[in-house]
């Protein structure tokens, strides 16, 4: 159980354009989720935590209109990235709250390889 | 601010080997400590949680420690296997907080 689904999982777009990453908690409801950034070689860096039906909370120094984050339903939350320029290109990964399971509820999906071109 | 930091970097260790990976947290005050496992272009798996008040936890081949006052965390990999293969994160959760990552650790075990 406790399974995270995200999509794409690889996904090459031109600058200027915008890309949708979708995260969906399969088998449980998640009010919260996070987003993560990953650079090459360097520790996960939390974005933003989506709350489902209310505004995103951005970690400081990410751009909330860069980054768009909708939770707006109980098991999906997306991030989309705005006119993506190639300094965007990175590993995005989200996580899920599952409170059922108390302090190991913590479930991530398996991340989005985006390159932009 | 909590800072995580992991050494070695990278390993490689030929198969069958023990190993430890180290984690060093700046802030003692944690709510707990967790080790998860990546594989090349793919999520976080957990591997081993071990809350404030514990002081190690054991699951199958690995052993994790915490020793909190002290601000550091041992991963412990016995009898390695070319699976184990991965880069493993240590990531501290403060209390109301998030978790913070460290940089990892790449384990390479050679067949």
Redesign the interface.
């Known amino acids: 159980g406790a399974v995270v689904s995200q999509h794409p999982s690889r996904v090459i777009c031109k600058s200027g354009t915008s890309v949708k990453i979708e995260c969906r908690s399969l088998d449980f409801q998640a009010t919260t989720m996070f987003w993560y950034r990953q650079f090459p070689k360097k520790s996960l860096m939390l974005m933003a935590t989506s709350n489902e039906g209310s505004k995103a909370t951005y970690e400081q120094g990410v751009e909330k209109d860069k980054f768009l984050i909708n939770h707006a339903s109980l098991t999906l939350s997306t991030l989309t990235v705005t006119s993506a320029h190639p300094e965007d290109s990175s590993f995005y990964i989200c996580s899920a709250r599952n409170t059922d399971r108390g302090v190991y509820g913590y479930t991530f999906g398996s991340g989005t390889r985006l390159t932009v071109v | 601010k909590q800072e995580?930091t992991q050494i070695p970097?990278a390993l490689s260790v030929p198969e069958g080997e023990n190993l430890v990976l180290n984690c060093s947290f700046t802030d003692s005050a944690i709510?707990?400590l967790q080790w998860?496992r990546q594989d090349p272009?793919?999520?976080?798996?957990?591997l081993l949680?071990i809350?404030s008040s514990q002081r190690e936890q054991t699951s199958g081949r690995l052993n994790a420690s915490l020793d909190k006052s002290s601000g550091r965390s041992t991963l412990y990999i016995a009898a390695s296997q070319p699976g184990d293969s991965a880069t493993y994160?240590c990531?501290v959760r403060p209390p109301g907080q998030?978790?913070?990552?460290?940089?990892?650790t790449r384990l390479s075990v050679l067949p």
Do not use: E, I
């Not at chain 2, 272009?41 to 957990?46: A, H, N």
């Not at chain 2, 998030?98 to 990892?104: D, E, K, L, S, Y």
């Open positions: 995580v970097a709510y707990n998860f272009g793919k999520g976080l798996t957990s949680l809350q994160l990531a998030n978790f913070v990552f460290g940089p990892g």
